[in-house]
């Protein structure tokens, strides 16, 4: 047993692609319609075996939960960076809004971002 | 850009407020005002948070909600327009064509004519209760 795809919820798939492709800098790998919605999943370049589903939300339970975590700044999905302090400058310059900046947490440091899909997302380094 | 705790509670309070369907609703600067902002600032912190104008949201949230309605099957098109707050039907079946492709009425057909089954993306197509109790 492998996990090799896990997913975060989007509000809208396009804008949710255009995200963490072009300003996160994952890559595309699956777009495929699905009925009214579409198959997407994204992979980082440094781990292009693992792939994240960006998966429509139109479901009001999964509307609310979303919506609520969010709300109680709780971050939905977190991805392992390499240098924290160069992802939040690179980052903020692209217009992302932090809602923690790089905070040392043990044996890690964390960052907490507003992926513009409804989510918080979590940013890690190991120190 | 970094959003201190009271800057984040205000957006999120804003976003709950811009779901709100009430009639007469308030305007985006009324809205800014109420939270102790200036419309600009608000705007643009909105947008970088949330991806769209607060206008733009509140626009999807209605048009979200139109679908849920056309989707349980109990209102006609034009109630559905009226009820989540479009005064032309003109502009709901135009927008609402931008954003899921198809007008309001096309909807209602096809949401009538599916065999529902529970499912992932069924589900997730929002439509309450009906899904389930078509399968």
Partial sequence: MRIKLTSVMVDDQEKGLRFYTEVLGFRKKHDIPVGEYRWITVTSPEEPDVELALEPNANPAAKTFQQAMFAQGIPLAAFEVGDLAAEFSRLSG??????????PAGPVSLAVFADTCGNLIQLYQRM | MLLRHDGFRRLCEARERLQQLDDP??????LA??????PFHFIRQFETVFGVTPHQYRIQARLDRAKALLAAGDLSVTDVCMEVGFSSLGSFSTLFTRRFGEPPSAFRRRVDAADLTPGCLSLMGGVPGRSFREA
């Fill in chain 1, 94 to 103: 692209a217009g992302v809004a932090f809602t923690k900046p790089p905070t």
């Fill in chain 2, 25 to 30: 609703a308030p305007t985006i600067e009324e």
């Fill in chain 2, 33 to 38: 005002l109420e939270l102790g902002v200036s």
